[in-house]
């Protein structure tokens, strides 16, 4: 995306530690982060569809012969 910012968020993940070994790292996932790692957290079943239909879309992508 050519999003290369830093921020503090109320989570963790282990993207950093790939991106200190030179990896390139996209930090995703359903749902809103305003609603996300907090009390009553929720996913809808929307959210979750688009989701998969993002991942879908990904992997068709990834697997396409590179020219």
């Not at 530690?17 to 907090?38: E, R, W």
């Amino acid at each position: 995306t050519g999003a290369n910012g830093c921020d503090v968020v109320p989570f963790g993940t282990e993207a950093g530690l790939f991106q200190s070994i030179g990896m390139d790292v996209v930090v995703c996932g359903p749902g809103s982060i305003a609603q996300a790692h907090k009390p009553d957290e929720y996913i809808s079943l929307d959210q979750l569809d688009q989701c998969l239909t993002m991942l879908k879309r990904l992997c068709s992508r990834l697997s396409l012969p590179r020219p």
